[in-house]
């Protein structure tokens, strides 16, 4: 019978322990009398079943009720001390909120996949060696590359560009992103038709013959309303008419996050809807379709590879390096040759589809973690100090229960349910935080005006896992050491010591605790001072041009239906009404504008004189711009003579290069005279001008050259505008006047250069606004602490400094001495964090400008608002401990 | 479960209390005669449902536990029978308001059944 018991009596540890303390004994007791009073084996059999069947029901029961008493009883003392849990839910709320703020941003940016099956099967295919970048490819190049993998490749165009779409014979055009894609697309994705059907390969047969198109779900039901007779309807792109033959199921915004698609379109329709968005060309005819020119780059390569990478991979680097192989033979340079045929492709994973925003925001997404992490960990240790105070204060309560019979364990639940209590509470408001500032992150990241999100960070299982896991880690970080100090009490001392004994705040660990506070927050405000000044450096760094006087005017000439020919005449028209308007100093066309995210380069190029490395390394940027250009932007000329009137059409052909090209290819010398060009050295230099930063305010200027627009018949898609003063004030007169020249020009945007530097850093400004917001909260909650910690100290010493002020000690010594008190405090976390600075300063290196990570001047700065923090904090507490009334004082104690 | 339902301490009328849980009433009603420990409860229930409801230890202090927090039982100082008792064992007894409830609790039965038979869902009493 022994056994049984002993047995009943181990399952009985199911049970809380307060519960089995009380209760345990007599259960077994009357387990064994009923196991005893039972006849024969079946009935005792019976009687262990039934036992052990209530215990497995009613220890769960006993756990709920005794969870949801702890609760109701932290519930009680926290409404009975409003301000304490509102300080600490606050401080909570904003520590989590930051987290789950930043963290729904990562995972919409980085973390989230394509909505389509199987995502981990889709690869993005890129060449090796080259640029971390997609392989682009020409048509004739992927034609011959899909046949290694019938049906699980496609191509898609590098951009998702943005037509002018008008729909049931609209006045007004609308711009609608498109992105053209190859037959293959939707096969490729398994994404299905809502309505109609998809692309196929047979839409994409010859340039110009395929006018048709098909729109997101989105698009079908804002645009068409959800009509079920969508399909068949006509709409007109760029000027072109295109008939709908399909919408794509519900949910799928294309593969380009910042970019949800509205319509695909096929790619032999580039042509006819004036597509030419990132593409290189050599040797090419880039007015005319690009779909059979093997000379122009323009699109992706997506492949879904159900059998992994590696196989299809091999099959692809056949096909690839069969075209490579006829390319090499024109190579002369043995090595130069050796080299290019070792090239191949590697397949990099797609599931998460084509993000500029990811690339570039990864980093400092996951650098803005580990700050909110430093934030929530001084909110922390911030409420594990009120949390002390409060165990402190408590003390005789405590000791008060403890001599009453209640159990340690118990005591220590029940407090740690109090913090638990104080956590949810503030996980809530943090995801409220979290929902409202994610979305105005993803507004600022992007760019984009308030309310037209391109993608939305949503709280999703993800985020709220997050956000659970962050709140019950720091549950237990900020309420294990109170709960476990609190419980260890001594009843007999802490009720002998009557009610002055609020021994045990005095400790150590506060002051450790708010020394840390003090640390961390010197590493977020010296972050946040290294990009103020990052941002301020990227601000005021020599551009090479006039970011103050010049307004930039985006055009698109091809949707005003002239011919190629008629175009030089369009432009002298509007360069001639422009440069008469009242306060127009300068006015000129660029095929490119300023900052405008347009880049056309041309590589393998051949320069007189320049015996480097072939085999495409030699490579310009370029634009195409009218005479008066570099004076209207104000690019300074350094040699040679500036494009010029002379320089037309029949002339010698003629470049303006910068000094980057200069020293890159030209040993630093002006190259003038040399002639430069793709397939011949065909144009001479005969400029040199002042190197600028068009293409990205933060990275060094690259070779470039310039050339005229009546010798290259390119389209001009930019209107560079001088102002005698402010440009902003001459902008509506622009706009007029090219209304007047020809009313069907679009106009696409009008804004002045400093604005377009300012959007070229919104990654930095992003930054510099998070930081600061965290190094300010870093900054209260850091003061918040001191200033909490020293009060305390001061109300518990009041006899103390009675009797010091009794024996005649002047009450400027006591108000320094606590004042002291708080500098010292922050004197240990600086040095604590000092070297945490020094050790996280990598992390910051990649998103500074002109500024180190350990910039002194930064980092001394810091440590000066933090003392000044301190002073401010202890000021208070000191003031009234120097105007402790020693009598008054006295007789309290 | 009706026995788990906490009646506010301002307001500790026997119908607050009720329905009763079954387990609950006949612990009740076994305890109205005399005080009694644990086992013998539960030995009571089951004769006088002649087996039909067999309390599990768990179950029976379960109750227990909960009778105590409400009042309706309280556990005695000293054991009624020392000499022929093991000491490990605790009894408990009705406090007045356990049993008041215990009575509201058979007078709502009570009604219950007398509807029964108005009905004629029961027979009438000869």
Known sequence: MRRPVRFFDALLKLYPVDF???????IVLVFADRYRDATGPLARAGVWFEAVLGVLRHAPKEHVRMFWQDVRYAARSLRANPLFAGMVVLALALGIGANSAIFSVVNAVVLRTLPVPDPGQLYLVREQPGPNQPYRVSWPAFDRLRLAAPGQVAAISRAVATLHARIGGAAQAEPIPAHLVSGEFFGVLGVSAARGRVLTPDDNRTPGGHPVAVISYGCWQRRFGGSPEVIGK????????FSIVGVAREGFPGVWLESPTEVWLPLAMQHDVHYSQNYSASNSRTTEAWMPQAGIEWLCVVARAPAGAAPMQAALNLTYQQGRAERA????????RRRFLQGKVVMDPFAHGISRLRERFTEPLYLLMAMAGLVLLIACANTANLLLARATARQREIALRLSLGAGRIRLFRQLLTEGLLLVSIAAVAALAIARWTAGALVHMAASTPRGSAPFAAEIDWRVLAFTAGVALATALLFGVAPAIRAARV?????????????????????????AMQVALSLVLVVGAGLLVRSVRNALETPLGFDREHVLSVAIDPRLAGYRAEQLPLLYDRLLERIGALPGVQKAALAACGILAGCRSAEDNLIIEGYEGPRGGEAFVVNNVVTPGYFEAVGMRLRAGRLLEERDRKGALLVGVVNEAFMRRYAGGAPPLGRKFGQSAADREIVGVVEDARVQDVKNEPQPMAYFPLQQRGATARSMEIRAEGDPRQIASAVRRAIAEVEPRLPIEGVVTLSERVRTNLTQDRLLLSLFSAFGGLALGLAAFGLFGLLSYTVARRRGEFGIRMALGEPASSVLWSVLRESLLLACAGLAIGLPLVIAGAGWMRSVLFGVGPRDAATILTAAGVLLAIAAVAGWW????????????????? | MSASRRPRPDDPSPESFLPLHKDTFHILVSLADRDRHGYSVMQDVAERTSGTLRLSPSSLYASIRRLLEQGLIEELAERPDPAHDDERRRYYRLTGLGRE??????????RLLADARATGLLPKRS
């Open chain 1, 490 to 514: 001594d009843p007999a001392a802490a009720l002998k010591a009557g009610a002055r004994s609020i021994s045990g705040a005095s400790g150590r660990m506060p002051r450790i605790l708010v």
């Open chain 2, 101 to 110: 409830v215990a009575i509201a609790e058979a007078r709502r039965l009570e």
């Open chain 1, 234 to 241: 006509e709409i007109s792109l760029n000027g072109a008419r």
């Open chain 1, 329 to 336: 033979a024109l190579i002369a340079d043995p090595e130069a």
């Open chain 1, 20 to 26: 089995r303390d009380e209760y345990g004994r007599e």
């Open chain 1, 877 to 893: 507490p000191a003031w009234r401990a120097s105007r402790t009334d020693p009598l008054a004082a006295l007789r309290s104690e």
